[in-house]
C-alpha cells in the first residue's frame, strides 16, 4: 500500500520560514516523481513544486519561485519542501502527491497519490 505522510505545518509569522516533509512507503521511490500541492479556502488546488526523484530535475510554480526549495533524502524515503520568506498568500494546506516515472507534470491529475494534507498558516 503507497502512503505518504506530510508532516511540519504549522503557524509562522510573515517573512519566517518551515520545512515540509513528506515520507513515502509502498513505492520504489527514486522510480517516482513527487511533488507538492497546496490548496487554500476557497481556491482550487495549485501545483507548488515537482521533483523526479532518479533525476533531481526541479519544478517550481511562478508564487514560490526563488523562495521555496524542494530535495529529497533518497535513504529515508523523503521529500521536503523548505518554504522562505513566507507570505500570508501561502496559507494553505499543502499535500504531497506521486507519480510513477522520472518526468514530472504540471497537471495534478497525473499524480495518482495523495496525501492528507498539513497545514501551513502564515500571520501577516
Known amino acids: 500500500e503507497v502512503q505518504l505522510v506530510e508532516s511540519g505545518g504549522g503557524l509562522v509569522q510573515a517573512g519566517g520560514s518551515l520545512r515540509l516533509s513528506c515520507a513515502a512507503s509502498?513505492?520504489?521511490?527514486?522510480?517516482?516523481?513527487i511533488g507538492w500541492v497546496r490548496q487554500a479556502p476557497g481556491k482550487e488546488r495549485e501545483g507548488v513544486s515537482w521533483l523526479s526523484i532518479s533525476d533531481g530535475s526541479a519544478y517550481y510554480s511562478v508564487p514560490v519561485k526563488g523562495r521555496f526549495t524542494i530535495s529529497s533524502d533518497i535513504a529515508k524515503n523523503t521529500v521536503y519542501l523548505q518554504m522562505n520568506s513566507l507570505k500570508p498568500e501561502d496559507t494553505a494546506a499543502y499535500y504531497c502527491?506521486?507519480?510513477?516515472?522520472?518526468?514530472?507534470?504540471?497537471?495534478?491529475?497525473?499524480?495518482?497519490?495523495w496525501g492528507q494534507g498539513t497545514q501551513v498558516t502564515v500571520s501577516s
Open positions: 509502498g513505492i520504489t521511490f527514486d522510480d517516482y516523481s
Open positions: 502527491v506521486a507519480r510513477w516515472g522520472r518526468f514530472t507534470s504540471p497537471n495534478l491529475h497525473d499524480y495518482n497519490y
